[in-house]
C-alpha cells in the first residue's frame, strides 16, 4: 500500500511537469465506510464541492459531508440529500438565467447521474503528490491546452477509440469530472459550468476533466511520450511561425 501510495505521489509530481500544470491534480475519494473521519483532513462547511477542489488544488487535504456541503445539486449528486422540488422542476435554473423554459432544466436534472441516496459517508479530498490513500478519480482543472494532452494520454491506453464527453453544462465539477468516471469507469471531459465558474477561481480559458485511478500509471506512461517530441513540437509553433514569415516576407 504504502508503495503503491508513493508511486501515485511521484506520477501526479510527473503529470505536473510534463504538462507544467499550474497547481495539483487533486485525488478524490467517496468514502462509503461509516466512522470517524480523519481528523488530519480540514472539514469544510458551507461549502461547494467546486470549492472543495479548488481548495485541494491548491494544496489543502480536506473532507466534505453531506452536513458541510452547500450545493444543493451536488449534494443530490453524492446522494447526500434528495433533490430539491425547486431544481427539479427547472424553475430553480430560469431563475439563474441558465434556460429560459423549465421543461429543459427538468429535463437536464431528470437525466443527471447521481449516487443512491446514502451510498457514500463523505468526500476526501488531496492534492495527488500529497496522497495518503489512494483515491477512487483523479481530477484536473486547467488550461484547456493542457488537458488536450492527458485526454491524448488516455485515448493512447484504451487504444485509439474515440472520446466522448458528456456534460449538461452544469454540474462539471461533481457531476461531469467525478461522478461519471467513477460510475462508468471512464475519463470524462467538459466545459465547466455556470457554478464552478461563478463559485471558484476557474478561469476563462481553463476547464476541468476526471478519470479513474486505474488508468493513471499508463497515462504517465504516455505523457511521458508525449513529452518527448508531440508536446514542444506542438507548442513550438514552427509551422505556423513559418506561415508568418512568408506572409510578411511577400509584403
Given amino acids: 500500500m504504502e508503495t503503491q501510495i508513493g508511486t501515485i505521489r511521484e506520477q501526479a509530481r510527473q503529470i505536473i511537469a510534463f504538462l507544467g500544470l499550474q497547481a495539483s491534480p487533486v485525488g478524490v475519494c467517496l468514502v462509503t465506510e461509516i466512522g470517524p473521519q480523519d481528523n488530519s483532513r480540514m472539514r469544510l462547511q458551507q461549502h ?25 445539486a451536488a449534494a443530490a449528486t453524492f446522494g447526500f440529500r434528495p433533490l430539491p422540488e425547486s431544481l427539479k422542476s427547472g424553475q430553480g435554473l430560469v431563475g439563474f438565467g441558465i434556460v429560459s423554459d423549465p421543461e429543459v432544466g427538468r429535463k437536464m436534472f431528470e437525466n443527471m447521474p447521481s449516487l443512491p441516496q446514502g451510498k457514500i459517508s463523505h468526500l476526501e479530498l488531496f492534492p495527488l503528490e500529497k496522497a495518503a490513500r489512494i483515491p477512487d478519480i483523479i481530477v484536473v482543472e486547467d488550461e484547456v491546452e493542457k488537458l488536450m494532452w492527458l485526454n491524448l494520454a488516455y485515448l493512447n491506453v484504451t487504444g485509439g477509440e474515440r472520446l466522448t464527453g458528456s456534460t449538461a453544462i452544469l454540474q462539471a465539477t461533481c457531476v461531469d469530472s467525478t461522478i461519471i468516471p467513477y460510475l462508468e469507469d471512464r475519463l470524462n471531459f467538459g466545459f465547466g459550468c455556470y457554478g464552478c465558474r461563478e463559485s471558484t477561481d476557474l478561469s476563462p480559458n481553463e476547464t476541468v476533466i476526471g478519470f479513474p485511478i486505474r488508468y493513471l500509471s499508463e497515462m504517465v506512461k504516455a505523457l511521458e511520450n508525449l513529452s518527448q517530441k508531440a508536446i514542444p513540437n506542438s507548442r513550438a509553433k514552427r509551422v505556423f511561425k513559418k506561415i508568418i514569415h512568408r506572409n510578411e516576407a511577400s509584403t
Avoid: N, P
Avoid at 461547494?48 to 444543493?72: F, N, P, V
Fill in 48 to 72: 461547494r464541492y467546486c470549492q472543495a477542489l479548488m481548495k485541494a488544488r491548491h494544496g489543502e487535504t480536506i473532507s466534505l459531508d453531506a452536513s458541510g456541503i452547500a450545493c444543493l
